[in-house]
Structure formats: C-alpha cells, structure tokens
T-cell receptor, first 109, second 119 residues
Framework: GQNIDQPTEMTATEGAIVQINCTYQ??????LFWYQQHAGEAPTFLSY??LDGLEEKGRFSSFLSRSKGYSYLLLKELQMKDSASYLC??????????WGAGTKLIIKP | GAVVSQHPSWVICKSGTSVKIECRSL??????MFWYRQFPKQSLMLMAT?????????EQGVEKDKFLINHASLTLSTLTVTSAHPEDSSFYIC???????????????FGPGTRLTVT
C-alpha cells in the first residue's frame, strides 16, 4: 500500500534549526512535496523534489533520497510565524498526491 | 499568480439542507481540480478529482450522490453537499493544477478552504 510517515509534533526554539523527516511508500514516484498549513487555513506550497539531493530556498531546504524513500524539510533561523503544520506528500505514478498526517511544529521563544 | 479562490469561506446550515461551495482559478486555466476534506487535527483526505467537462472521479468511501461535483469550465468547479448532516461538518478545500506551462502541472494550488458547520 501507499503510505507517508512523519512525526506528529515537534517543538523548537526561536532562532534555532529544525529538521522534519518524512518516509514514503508510493506506487511509482513522481516527486515529493512539502506544504505548510497554518491552523484554519489551506496548505501553501513550500518545495518539490524529484531528484536526489538538497534544494535550498531561503530559510527552508528540502532533501530527497529516492533509494531510501526519505525526505526532510529543514527550517533555519526559526521565527514564531513558522509555527504551523508541515505536510509531506508523495506523488505516485498516476500523479496523485498521497498525503502524510502532517507535523505540528511548535516554536517557543 | 496561480490564485485559487473559494466561496463561501464559512457556512452554517441546518441538517437536511444542501450547500454549494465554489472553487475558482483566478489567473490560470485549471485542467484538474481536487476536492479535499480535513477534520480537526487530521490530514487532508482527497474526496474526488475532476477534469473540466468530464465526470469526477471519487475516492473510495465518498458517496458521489451526496457530494456532487461539477467542473463546468476551466476556471470553476463546484461541490454540493446534499442533505447535509452534522457529521459532514468539516473544512473543505479545493486545489487546482494548470495546463502545461504555467503553473507547473505538478503543483497543486489550494483555495483558502470553506468551513462547513451543520447544525
């Protein structure tokens, strides 16, 4: 079956770095997405990886290892506004997104 | 660019009535639109996928006669919750992908969501 696993909740300190891990099992693979979702709002796109390696985009970076079925989202210089849920989603061979349950990130001052 | 709107943002209705939610792509043509439901503290659950001019494809366990989806044009899809019951209360979110070119055919652009409360 298809499955996305990510931690339920993480806590980090303002100004620090946090890494949110995601493992995936999909029928075929057409890429891995990360979305940010603030409470009561719709998800917003953060990153898309389809090749192995690290993609850096400002304070956020996303890594993919296809052989390990593994990705992580790295957030640097954490700000209070980064408190949100982070959703990992794998795209299968039918270009369908398989969503993880999300990781709630709590930032403390 | 790549803006998706939803209307209404929130709605309260009585049990047994029907509610229509609109999803519009404002600055691109959406060949495919997706409808999701999200219960509190849970992940997004895909309800159905719709392509312009054709019938929607519903996920297993989603009643097509209860959740009517119409994708009449490349910029508009509607979800109608018929004979709503309190257990249908949820956050309904649509997303859209564009034609080849801009925006990327892989990325889904989400609407702001509609919070439905059935009393």
């Amino acid at each position: 079956g298809q499955n996305i696993d990510q931690p339920t909740e993480m806590t980090a300190t303002e100004g620090a770095i946090v890494q949110i891990n995601c493992t995936y099992q999909t029928s075929g693979f057409n890429g891995l997405f990360w979305y940010q979702q603030h409470a009561g709002e719709a998800p917003t796109f953060l990153s898309y990886n389809v090749l192995d390696g690290l993609e850096e985009k400002g304070r956020f970076s996303s890594f993919l290892s296809r052989s390990k079925g593994y990705s992580y989202l790295l957030l640097k210089e954490l700000q209070m506004k980064d408190s949100a849920s982070y959703l990992c989603a794998g795209m299968d061979s039918n270009y369908q997104l398989i969503w993880g349950a999300g990781t709630k990130l709590i930032i403390k001052p | 660019g790549a803006v998706v709107s939803q209307h209404p943002s929130w709605v309260i209705c009585k049990s047994g009535t029907s509610v229509k939610i609109e999803c519009r792509s404002l600055d691109f043509q959406a060949t495919t639109m997706f409808w999701y439901r999200q219960f509190p503290k849970q992940s997004l659950m895909l309800m159905a996928t719709s392509n312009e001019g054709s019938k929607a494809t519903y996920e297993q366990g989603v009643e097509k006669d209860k959740f009517l989806i119409n994708h009449a044009s490349l910029t508009l899809s509607t979800l109608t919750v018929t004979s709503a019951h309190p257990e249908d209360s949820s956050f309904y979110i649509c997303s859209a992908t564009g034609t080849s070119g801009r925006p990327s055919s892989y990325e889904q652009y989400f609407g702001p969501g509609t919070r439905l409360t059935v009393t």
